[in-house]
Each structure stands twice: as structure tokens, then as C-alpha cells.
């Protein structure tokens, strides 16, 4: 376990900071940084919800903070299976990045605010930690209320009854949107993801008489304020009938009845995303960064 480690970070402004793994005592601090952003800041405040404390978890993840000499937190970072910044000033991610090395943990991702992962990834570059690919500008996207256009009904909650139809879905997306199978080194991680997903009431589809999945999503962070929608996925044989508007409008839709506000994160290269989104009535609210190692 990691207490204090100064000499990872230069001071600011003259004062001495440190990092440090967060422990239960670093709660409330943690609540209050992220929630001065709650829709970028969705995924911390999502597992705060869950688990009620800021200490590692019982799978080795931890949270980074970084204090300054009067013991206050300035900023954190997730570090699990990703790493996510949570209200972390650029200047700040030396520190984190020697920390979540030190850590030696392997990352999949690291994602959150550009203006803070770009610079921690320089760093975590810097220290043997290289990408196999940079999404550099991903435009945040949020909805507060009904969208702008009629819902498809179709959409409903998955149960575990399609679990056999939902997870090749979810598996078809993942390697469309980075490349490789997540069932490479074995199906159960996975499975268990989707499963999870399904369970909570956090997975979206429309799977039609013949039993194929039309098109599907998941709220991947969900708090009482926002959730965050992740997968979104409309079967390639069914692609270009300008469906998938009404399909996020009806996501949006079933989105409100967790929390008032809908958000999600989108490539900036991907356009006709980018016009579906503006057509349901998402507006953009911030600018993401994702690394994939």
C-alpha cells in the first residue's frame, strides 16, 4: 500500500503536494471534488454510490489523491482496470502517473477529461506506458429531459432470459469500437460484466420475433443525477434506415427513470454519431480523451 509519496510531485505555486492511496476516511473529500463536475465525473460518484467508501476495493483497484501541505484534495484518480482523473489539474499528473506506475498494475485505458489524460499519458509515456492507439477529442455529450424526437417503443430493459442474445452483441460492439475480441484471455470477465449489467436494469435492446438483437446499449455509470451511456450498438445488417435516432431518443427516454440527465462520449471522427446525437437533442458539454494499451 502507498502513503505518501511527495518527492513523485513538484510543488505549486510553492506549496508541497503529495499522493497518496485514498482510504475510507478520504470519502466525503472525494464525493465533494468530483461532484463539482457530476457528468464528467459519472464513473467515481457511480462507484462511490455503490460501495460507500473512497478505499481500495476488494479487487486491487485503488484511488490516487493528491493533498496539498494542509491535508486538502486537490484532485484523484481512479486506477483499476483504466485509470480515470477525477478534477485533475494538468499540472498535477506527475505525481499520479509515478504513483499508478509504482502501482504496477496493467491499465486498459485511460479515459476521462482531454486536457488531463493527454498530459498523464505523456507522462505515463515517459515511463515505459505506450498506447496502442490515442482518441484525442471526444466530445461529451449530456440531456437533461425528454429528447427531441419520438422514442422507438421497441427499446425495453434486457433481462437474463436474452443474456444468450445480448452478450455476441455486446462482444460485436467492443471489437468494432477498439479492435480485438474482449474475449481474448478467456469469456468469463466479461460475460460477468454484461451479466452485471443486465441484472441492475442497465442494459437497453430491442430483439425483434426472429431473436435478433436490432440494437442495444448500456448505462455504463449511473448516479441519482446522470447516467452515462455506453455500447451503443445498431446490427450492421440494419444500418442506414435512420433508425438509430429513435433508438437513443428511447434510450434517453428509459435513461430519465435513473436520473434527470443523460450523457455519453462519442470519437469526434465519427459523424454520422456525432448528427444522430445532435438529432435526439444531446449538446456538448466537455471534450474526453481516451488511451488504449
Known amino acids: 500500500m502507498l502513503s505518501r509519496v511527495a518527492p ?170 477498439v479492435g480485438y475480441s474482449p474475449f481474448l484471455g478467456g469469456q468469463d470477465f466479461y460475460s460477468r460484466r454484461v451479466a452485471g449489467l443486465i441484472r441492475q436494469g442497465h442494459s437497453l435492446v430491442h430483439i425483434d420475433a426472429s431473436g435478433t438483437v436490432v440494437f442495444k446499449a448500456e448505462l455504463g455509470a449511473v448516479t441519482g443525477d446522470v447516467t452515462q451511456v455506453q455500447g451503443v450498438w445498431m446490427n450492421p445488417e440494419l444500418r442506414g434506415r435512420g433508425q438509430s435516432a429513435g433508438y437513443m431518443a428511447a434510450v434517453v427516454n428509459l435513461s430519465r427513470t435513473f436520473a434527470p440527465v443523460t450523457s455519453l462520449y462519442v470519437n469526434d471522427y465519427n459523424a454520422k454519431a456525432r448528427a444522430t446525437y445532435e438529432r435526439v437533442g444531446f449538446k456538448q458539454v466537455g471534450t474526453f480523451a481516451t488511451v488504449l494499451f
Do not use: K
Not at 21 to 35: C, E, H, I, N
Not at 145 to 171: E, H, K, Q, V, W
Open 8 to 177: 513523485w510531485l513538484a510543488s505549486r505555486n510553492g506549496t508541497d503536494l503529495g499522493v497518496r492511496v485514498l482510504g475510507a476516511a478520504d470519502t466525503l473529500a472525494l464525493r465533494a471534488l468530483a461532484s463539482e463536475d457530476p457528468v464528467s465525473n459519472v464513473f467515481i460518484l457511480a462507484h462511490l454510490d455503490s460501495v460507500g467508501t473512497a478505499a481500495p476495493t476488494s479487487g486491487g483497484a485503488s484511488i490516487f489523491g493528491v493533498f496539498d501541505d494542509d491535508g486538502r484534495l486537490l484532485g484523484a484518480c481512479w486506477a483499476g482496470a483504466n485509470l480515470v482523473p477525477v478534477q485533475l489539474d494538468p499540472e498535477l499528473v506527475d505525481g499520479v502517473a509515478a504513483a499508478a506506475h509504482q502501482a504496477g498494475r496493467r491499465y486498459a485505458s485511460i479515459f476521462g477529461p482531454a486536457d488531463t489524460v493527454l498530459p498523464l499519458y505523456s507522462r505515463f509515456e515517459q515511463l515505459g506506458h505506450f498506447a496502442h492507439e490515442v482518441r484525442p477529442r471526444q466530445p461529451l455529450l449530456s440531456i437533461s429531459g425528454a429528447p427531441d424526437i419520438p422514442p422507438n417503443p421497441s427499446l425495453t430493459f434486457g433481462t437474463m432470459t436474452d443474456f444468450d442474445r445480448i452478450l455476441p452483441a455486446c462482444a460485436a460492439m467492443f471489437e468494432e469500437e
